[in-house]
């Protein structure tokens, strides 16, 4: 793999245990340190912060063959089975020996969202100063600042150029960011049912989301137990979010108005029904039960405050950059029809920035009923796109 | 008026008091006895149950010229100003002389939903048999109940057939229920935004908010303090459904990302931070200053058990008998294309059915952009479209 560096100590499992498990399976991630200090975005700076990552393939010798994926809100960097931890990851499908994100040419690493709580510094780790959680003593977190913090994860993996930055809801906008901060810091990019300004329906999803854990008495502002996190809040925002990362065409056809299997209603009145509604509590209860709630309010705080714009006062500013001297030479934007949360227009506003500053873009809006969340799920749509697109020379 | 029947005995202001207000503006209104005992779709029955409504325009010696206006999940009986009550009601530039809805011409009644908490009986209620509040111990309310409900509180108004029947999201559902149930109650009807079945999207939606409630420490079990209601729940599930009542094109339009004002930030990290969060914030108060949180998780479960299909297999069977014979003559069907919590093509649906019962039925897709809440906000729309179908000998 080329001159790979390890952490050179790993850190205890406990000191960077986030609140429940260091990913979704609870295998302890590979972690790369961040510059000490990272500055921030909107003020301050974390010493001794970490980044976790999981990888696939071989970095080649050129060093030229690495593609960062960055994540949604709430993955771990568990895309895909590892040797470490051979459980299915979030985007199994797609990243493997001759599949669309081909490992047998490509070197793929994963980043763990900074702030999040799967093995990267956040407000769920330690703080060296205190040895206690840093809760909401953790700095602010930016969109700007996940996306740097994965810059300098892969040059500590020794990758100075990216083949691809590449990411998927949030992590379609990390994508962009990364290519406004960094413009000779990849020669192509993928960014899939992104935005690059929060829109004031989506802020407010997200308002209520976070209020719905705030307003939870066990949050305690932040100081909850770790055996008794904000759970009714976090349930509820969950549920929300469950509902924003679908569409309600796919629901007719797959819910209807079916009933609820093992339906027991006596005890419960104004219990669930409906087989919608189990679905949102088995989406939930797989959240709550590894999800840190102050990370998740970080960064869907992070989320709300982004606007591309702020970098040069416009989108075409911000990107002007990559699209100078080839920076950036080609680009792919996918957007899904069906999706109400980050819908297409939102995309297309990426494609025509990219198009307008000089950077080859091929833009496709795809017809999927899934929704937002139509890249984890529609995959031969998804397949077929990003196959094409990484597999030109 | 007629012979409008009076409540013979006005119920002393304590015994039907709601939670905290009998209106939104806190006047008692006028109620009309059910008959006794009301029996329910679902099952059970109440006994000496009320329904409060408010008039304006006279019923004329025929007794064929009155409106009945069903309202949505959360408004009052208050349409509109009265002699009573001069405060504006919630659809105050509708109603009134040479107005869409022409009082000069037909004598319009707005009732309180049954199991609601603005002066109709509903668990906010005192239970005759125990003298305290139904609460949990009230039963099961149906779509379907309300709808007979309305009927009959117009019949003991001394109207035995309205000249039409109108409603307006949950609204728009009792109307049709209304013909499913009594073919012979009205001669027009006028749907709008509503839906035949709940859709598993509103379903999803709704079971949120009533979740958000009962997980709220304060619910009790339904048995809060009047001082002290769920609260928390109650501004996390208003909050939600003020999002689902819009749309996202009217918030990039209206809000932007402008800041909210009067922005103190220092104190609350997580807090409030842009327009649309304040928007949230003055809706949610308003509604939970004056709604009792039983009944809201009383209708919106109401609303999701809803299913015109219920009646004979089929919406086309259930709306048959109003067809036939011309008991109900015409209908006017008004959808808005920004609408995601109640889809236009669910108000393509009603019409559809209509029409093919034999009903004589105009349907307009409105491209308002204010989504679910059009009819309340893009007046001149609505405006139009119900003069033309009113203004018809």
């Not at 020996?97 to 407000?123: E, K």
């Not at 299997?261 to 029904?273: E, H, K, N, T």
Request: one cysteine or more; glycine letters at 10%; a neutral charge.
């Amino acid at each position: 793999m080329g001159r790979i560096l390890k952490p050179e100590t790993r850190p205890p499992a406990t000191r960077y245990r986030p609140q429940i498990a260091p990913t979704e399976t609870g295998v302890i991630p590979e972690t790369v340190p961040l510059p000490d200090p990272f500055p921030l975005y909107r003020g301050g700076w974390l010493g001794a912060a970490r980044i976790a990552y999981e990888s696939w393939g071989r970095l080649n010798a050129a060093r030229d063959n690495a593609i960062l994926l960055f994540t949604g809100l709430s993955p771990s960097a568990h895309a895909a089975a590892t040797a470490a931890d051979p459980t299915p990851g979030w985007w199994q499908p797609m990243i493997g020996p001759a599949l669309a994100i081909d490992t047998n040419r490509y070197f793929v690493v994963c980043v763990n969202s900074l702030g999040s709580c799967f093995g990267s510094t956040g407000p769920a780790s330690i703080d060296p100063a205190t040895g206690e959680r840093y809760r909401l003593d953790f700095p602010e977190i930016a969109v700007e600042d996940i996306a740097s913090a994965g810059f300098e994860a892969v040059r500590a993996l020794g990758i100075e150029r990216l083949a691809v930055v590449m990411g998927s809801s949030l992590g379609g906008s990390l994508a962009v960011a990364f290519a406004a901060l960094h413009p000779q810091g990849a020669r192509r990019l993928v960014s899939i049912s992104g935005s690059a300004a929060a829109s004031p329906f989506a802020i407010a999803l997200r308002s209520v989301q976070r209020e719905a854990v705030m307003r939870d008495p066990d949050w305690q502002g932040g100081h909850y137990a770790d055996d008794k996190p904000p759970r009714n809040g976090m349930t509820v925002a969950r549920k929300l979010g469950t509902i924003t990362y679908r569409s309600a065409t796919e629901w007719r056809q797959r819910f209807g108005r079916a009933p609820l299997a093992g339906l027991a209603l006596d005890s419960d009145p104004f219990g669930p029904r409906f087989a919608v509604e189990g679905y949102l509590e088995a989406q939930a209860e797989r959240f709550i039960r590894v999800y840190d709630p102050n990370c998740y309010l970080y960064l869907s705080r992070a989320m709300d405050r982004f606007d591309l714009a702020e970098h040069g006062g416009s989108y075409q500013a911000a990107l002007a950059a990559s699209g100078r001297d080839g920076g950036l030479e080609q680009a792919l934007v996918l957007g899904v029809e069906s999706d109400f949360l980050y819908p297409i227009h939102e995309q297309a506003a990426i494609a025509e920035t990219l198009q307008q500053v000089g950077v080859r873009t091929r833009f496709r809006r795809l017809p999927s009923i899934q929704g937002h969340d139509a890249f984890l799920v529609d995959i031969p749509r998804f397949d077929a796109e990003i196959r094409a697109f990484l597999a030109q020379p």
